[in-house]
Every structure is written in structure tokens, then in C-alpha cells.
């Protein structure tokens, strides 16, 4: 074994999530339920997922916490923004993804988390119409007064390291704009500046995460931390930042299914995606601009497993289309279908379809836990800037396209990454062993 150097995992970890809405309440919910043994945390990989590390007769299974320092999820003290002022319980009941019978155990925990108010910006998300929202000067004084909020959270609570995970809602495409986006300066310029379309209020949330010694994820589709100068700004800060959208439903499936083409060399004519889907998100990404931004991160799961360039017998051409429908009688339990166009010896077509009634903040709610603390993990572990790492509960996974540097997509390569960080992270050897 080497010898690394992981700080433990000493005293509190706040996790302040911006977005009160099914997901993060779902996750918290469960995160509470599962503290007083009350519900398991089924799905969570840091709870439990084994990873071989030794090999040969030396071979062992061990969970993440016997490899390395993680921490315990009584030591989790939670924190939120919104733009609406309910409570994580009032928001937990409204969001009808559990059942009150799941919710009122940890209804006095739930009660006391109250958002903090948001740093919003309606052109962002035009049908949102909250009112807890800050009365801000310009995008730099937003990103103070978040700052702020996270210093008062700490005191308040007592703790030393925080996470801040972006649950919120999907905001409107920010396209990346050389000017504003390339370095730390031109950034900071731009906030000074009140630039509000090149400026998202997520990416004064994760500036001020950074500038507060916060690692930062991104579970939306949002470009906030895709940028050059927040990658400038997490080497500054030396802190580990994460992104982007969540690896839920038709995407996980897609990202492992795809690869079954793949390895049997079987040809792709098209893959149409699409979804109902009825809660507040379904809502938001209804309106095409939002939409936007989820059509980008969903579109590009596919192109690095089946790679036009490497198979062009098997993979010119493929039609790709992802749709989401809103549809409000299916609240939270959102049907995908998949129809998957092949063709296989000598060109004859078949097909395949999936139709997956699945719950979406059930299969989120796992990810914003393992997020949260192999981000703390990292951070704890010296590591900073993009966490590639954490590809895998990740849609469209970050990467550096300034230097044409190639996304991992593929679910099983990106298994690997995760099993071998967290394998270096305690000492062990990587390996690419068949477990
Ligand atoms: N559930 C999934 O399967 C899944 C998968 C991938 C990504 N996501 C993303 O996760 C996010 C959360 O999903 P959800 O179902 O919980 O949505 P939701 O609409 O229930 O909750 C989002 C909350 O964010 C709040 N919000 C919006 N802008 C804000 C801001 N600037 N500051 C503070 N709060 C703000 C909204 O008021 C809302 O309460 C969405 O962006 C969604 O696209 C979800």
C-alpha cells in the first residue's frame, strides 16, 4: 500500500443545496429517515457498493468507508435556498414523491430546514414565480451575499467543511462566450459589471461555494462550472468541482445499454428518447430555452460510446433525438421510452424498446448523497478542479474541450475511474483487474 494523505473526516459536514424542491427533499428525507434506521439508502454507491482493491490471493471487497475517510451521515447537518419559502417539510408534503407516512418521522428535523432566500433571476427560469429572493445590486454583490450566507450557515451550525450542491432548477442555456467565460478576470470583470446575460445567478453560487472553501457540484444541466475561468477559480481555490446533470433515468440507461451495441459490433440507424413527466421540473424544461440546456447534456451521452469516426460501417449517421413532455397527472414518476433502431449481419434492421416507469428524484436522490461526500472525500484528499472521478453519476460529464479532451460516457469505463480513485485515495494500487 502507498502511503496518501486523506484528512479525516473530522466533526460536521454542512450540505447547503440550492433547491428545495423533490430531489433535494427526497434526498434529505431519506438521508434523516436512514440516520434513525428508519429507511435504507438504497442506490447510494458510498453505502453499499464494494470495491475490490489487492489482487490475487491478496484480494479484498471493502465498502468506501474501510478504503478511505468518508463521512458518516450523522454527521450531515443540511441547508438550503429557494425561491419559495416553504420548509423542507411543507416542500417534502407539496412535492408528493414520498408518502407522509416516510416524511413525519423526520418531520421536526425537516421543519428547521428553512431556504435561505435565493439568488434568482427570473429570465433564468421564467416560470418560477417565488418570493424569496434576494434584492441584489449586481451579480457581484449576489455572489457577496451568498458568501455570506454560507459563513452564518457554518457558524450557526458549527461546522468547518461544507459541500454546496446545485439541485435547483434547470436554467435557460448560457452559451459559452470566450469574452466572459475563458479566464477568472473576465469573469470577475463581468460580475462587476452586471452582466446578467452572460452571468447566471448558479454560477454567483458557485463562486461564492469556491471563494468560501466550499467544493461545488452541479446537478443540473447548467454550464455554470463548464467553463475555463471556474476552472481557473477551483485550481486558485485548490477545490474540487463537479458537474454536470444528474445520471438518473434514460441517460443511465442509455450510457449502459449503449455499450451492449458497441461490444457486439452491431450497427445504430437512430435512438429516440423521449419522456412525460409532470413535476416542477417537467414544468421549467418546458419552456424551450430551459429545454435547451437538457437537450445538449442529454445529446451528448451517445456520441462517445458509438464513435461515427472509429466505425463508420456501424455508426454514420445514427439519428439521435431526446424529447420531455410535460405532463402534470405524472408528477414525479416519469415514463421514458426508448426506441432503438440496429441493424446487425449484413445490414437487416431490428429494434428495440424500453419503456421505463421510473421514479425520478427516487434514482436522484442516491446520486446528491454520493456526490456530496466523494466530493468532500476529494477535497479532504487534496485533489481539486474537475472531478472526473465522479463521471458516473453524471449526465454529461465535464471535460477540458479547450484541448479536444474526449468526455467519458461509457457507464462501465467510468465504474472503473470511480473504483480506481477511490482505490489511490487509500492507498491502493489502480488496477484494470476483472473483478
Ligand atoms: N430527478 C432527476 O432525475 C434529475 C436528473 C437530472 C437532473 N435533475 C435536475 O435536478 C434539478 C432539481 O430537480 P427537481 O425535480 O428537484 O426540481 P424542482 O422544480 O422540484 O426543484 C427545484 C427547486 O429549485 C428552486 N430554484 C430555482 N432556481 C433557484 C435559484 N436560483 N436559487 C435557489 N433555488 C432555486 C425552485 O424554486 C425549486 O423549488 C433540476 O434542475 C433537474 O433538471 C433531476
Known amino acids: 500500500m502507498n502511503k496518501v494523505n486523506v484528512k479525516k473526516a473530522e466533526g460536521k459536514l454542512g450540505v447547503l443545496v440550492v433547491g428545495l424542491g423533490a430531489v433535494t427533499t427526497t434526498f434529505m428525507t431519506g438521508v434523516l429517515m436512514a ?73 421536526d428535523e425537516l421543519e428547521k430546514i428553512v431556504p435561505m ?24 454583490d449576489m455572489m457577496e451575499q451568498l458568501r455570506e450566507d454560507i459563513r452564518n450557515f457554518k457558524k450557526a451550525n458549527g461546522v468547518d467543511r461544507v459541500v454546496v450542491l446545485w439541485s435547483a432548477s434547470t436554467e435557460v442555456y448560457v452559451p459559452v462566450n470566450k469574452k466572459v467565460h475563458y479566464t477568472l478576470a473576465d469573469l470577475e470583470a463581468a460580475m462587476k459589471a452586471d452582466d446578467k446575460e452572460n452571468i447566471a445567478p448558479s454560477m454567483c453560487y458557485a463562486y461564492a461555494a469556491l471563494a468560501e472553501g466550499a467544493p461545488f457540484i452541479m446537478g443540473a444541466p447548467n454550464t455554470t462550472v463548464d467553463i475555463p475561468a471556474m476552472w481557473e477559480m477551483a485550481e486558485k481555490t485548490k477545490l474540487p468541482i463537479a458537474g454536470k446533470d444528474f445520471k438518473t433515468g434514460q441517460t443511465l440507461v442509455k ?35 430551459n429545454f435547451r440546456t437538457k437537450e445538449v447534456s442529454k445529446l451528448s451521452t451517445l456520441e462517445s460510446i458509438l464513435v461515427p469516426e472509429e466505425q463508420p460501417d456501424l455508426y454514420t449517421d445514427y439519428y439521435h433525438k431526446v424529447r420531455i413532455n410535460y405532463y402534470p397527472p405524472r408528477n414525479d414518476n416519469k415514463e421514458g421510452w426508448d426506441n432503438i433502431d440496429i441493424f446487425g449481419w449484413m445490414g437487416y434492421p431490428m429494434q428495440i424498446k424500453i419503456d421505463f416507469l421510473c421514479r425520478d428524484s427516487i434514482l436522484a436522490a442516491p446520486l446528491c448523497l454520493d456526490l456530496v461526500l466523494l466530493s468532500d472525500l476529494a477535497a479532504r484528499a487534496g485533489r481539486w478542479g474537475t472531478q472526473r472521478f465522479l463521471s458516473f453519476f453524471l449526465k454529461s460529464p465535464m471535460h477540458d474541450y479547450t484541448k479536444n479532451e474526449v468526455p467519458v460516457n461509457h457507464l462501465f469505463q467510468q465504474y472503473a475511474i470511480l473504483k480506481n480513485a477511490i482505490r489511490e485515495m487509500g492507498g491502493y494500487e489502480a488496477d484494470q483487474e476483472i473483478d
Open 255 to 289: 450510457s449502459g445499454f449503449a455499450p451492449i451495441i458497441g461490444t457486439r459490433c452491431l450497427g445504430l440507424a437512430g435512438w429516440f428518447s423521449t419522456n412525460i413527466l409532470g413535476n416542477r421540473d417537467g414544468l421549467v424544461l418546458d419552456e424551450p430555452a
Open 117 to 140: 432566500k435565493a439568488a434568482f433571476d427570473k429570465n433564468f427560469a421564467k416560470r418560477l414565480e417565488g418570493s424569496n429572493v434576494k434584492d441584489c445590486k449586481n451579480r457581484w
Open 35 to 107: 440516520r434513525k434506521g428508519l429507511a435504507k439508502p438504497v442506490g447510494s454507491m458510498t453505502q453499499y457498493d464494494k470495491i475490490r482493491v489487492g489482487k490475487g490471493a491478496d484480494k479484498k471487497y471493502l465498502k468506501y468507508d474501510e478504503i478511505v475517510p468518508m463521512t458518516k451521515l450523522e454527521d450531515i447537518v443540511f441547508g438550503a435556498w429557494d425561491v419559495y419559502p416553504e420548509n423542507a417539510y411543507e416542500s417534502a408534503i407539496n412535492c408528493e414523491v414520498l408518502k407522509e407516512k416516510d416524511i413525519n418521522p423526520v418531520k
